[in-house]
């Protein structure tokens, strides 16, 4: 017996099913494909455009606190981009670059203060942009709305996504940084479905340009010290939909005391890791030191500027000059001795370090070096934790001699 489309929704009780039985249409053929081996040289490789991080045909993200040094990164990028250099450690991919930084935040002369203070500090001259650099601010007039939401209604503004496109292709720009995104759309920030609509629609135009799309967020106001891609304010679908997402962090003060780098100028140091590398290999963070860079531009009684500059920067090595000979002569002196861990006690075996080092383990800087260098080889077995009597015949841990004659 044939059962009528509304007898058979009446039985389910679903009249959600009536209306889309009565406004079906036909169904396509889906068939599964068979998979065609093909010569792994043969595929072409992946088109990346910066390092391993900006890839052509996607969108990345930018996730920085306040103060950590962004626009500073930026201003460095787009220039090295822009002149095919890779003073930030990063390789511009076959040659220079047509670079877009669309900044809605900062006014043209403050946008103009960072791209010139690095050009400066990285001698660069107009010919090496060579007409390769656009450059637009929001706080001059040139703002950019991607959607709105009007008597709670979500839309999409294609045609701004279209004359995005138009343009990236008439310029023929390479990458497009916007910053910050939350000012590039009018929408409730928190709501994953709709900023999974409007990162998906610059994707579409990443793919559609063949250009790369970097979109610039801030971090919550609870975001943690140690910033990760989940540190990004709002919704996770941007970060979920982006190829990849650089991370900002400035030095913490526990890294700045085991480096031997003093309060005053930790602020100067930044580290950069790609935190969701889904489309190349984990990278290690880059470090890069914020360096003063004078613009020349005082003039009267005004003082000219002195403009933050990103350079590479190497971390600092706790073991620089240590040998396996110093090693040795620590565990002489350990072995000859009772050395706790605790490093408020008289007793810490940072003491037998810093005597056979030539440090001051009092000093706040050498104290953090002392601390990395017995923390590494306490983890190697050169050194280890036991717990023993002290004096007071109470247990404490006390650092011994582990393996000889191995660092």
């Not at 037998?352 to 001051?360: H, K």
Request: aromatic share 6%; charged share 25%; net charge negative.
């Amino acid at each position: 017996m044939t059962v009528a489309p509304r007898d058979f929704a009446d039985e389910l009780g679903d009249s959600a099913i009536v209306a889309a039985i009565h406004s079906a249409k036909p169904v396509r053929l889906v068939q599964a494909s068979p998979y065609a081996w093909r010569d792994p040289a043969t595929i072409p490789p992946r088109p990346w455009v910066y390092g391993r991080w900006f890839l052509r045909g996607t969108v990345a993200c930018v996730v920085a606190p306040g103060g950590a040094g962004k626009s500073t990164m930026l201003a460095g990028t787009a220039l090295a981009l822009a002149s095919g250099q890779d003073f930030l450690g990063k390789k511009v991919w076959e040659g220079p670059k047509r670079v877009w930084l669309w900044n809605l935040e900062d006014d043209m002369d403050e946008l103009s203060r960072s791209i010139q203070a690095a050009a400066v500090h990285h001698g660069l001259e107009p010919e090496d942009i060579a007409g390769r650099l656009f450059v637009d601010s929001g706080m001059e007039g040139v703002g950019l709305c991607t959607a709105v939401e009007a008597d709670g209604q979500f839309k999409l503004l294609e045609p701004i996504y279209e004359a995005l496109t138009a343009e990236i292709e008439r310029r023929h720009i390479d990458v497009l940084i916007v910053d910050p995104f939350v000012s590039s759309h009018e929408v409730e920030e928190n709501a994953n479905s709709k900023i999974d609509k409007i990162a998906k629609a610059w994707g579409r135009v990443a793919k559609a340009a063949n250009c790369v799309i970097v979109l610039v967020h801030h971090t919550s106001k609870a975001g943690s010290a140690d910033v990760t891609a989940m540190s990004a304010r709002g919704a996770v679908a941007l970060i979920n939909a982006a190829r990849s997402t650089l991370v900002l962090n400035r030095m913490t003060d526990e890294q700045a005391q085991e480096l031997g780098i003093t309060p005053e100028m930790r602020g100067r140091y930044v580290s950069v890791a790609d935190d969701k590398h889904n489309r190349g290999p984990a990278e290690k963070a880059d470090w890069y030191e914020l360096v003063g860079v004078d613009l020349g531009n005082g003039m009267d009684h005004h003082p000219g500027d002195s403009i933050a500059v990103a350079v590479p920067w190497t971390l600092p090595d706790p073991f620089d000059d240590v040998t396996a000979q110093h090693l040795e002569r620590v565990k002489n002196v350990i072995e000859g001795g009772e050395w706790r861990e605790n490093a408020q006690s008289s007793q810490w075996a940072g003491h037998a370090v810093a005597q056979v080092l030539g440090l001051d383990a009092d000093n706040k800087a050498d104290k953090g070096r002392i601390k990395s260098i017995l923390r590494q080889w306490i983890s190697n077995g050169a050194l280890k934790v036991e717990r023993r009597m002290d004096k007071t015949r109470q247990e404490r841990p006390f650092i011994v001699v582990g393996r000889w004659g191995e660092q």
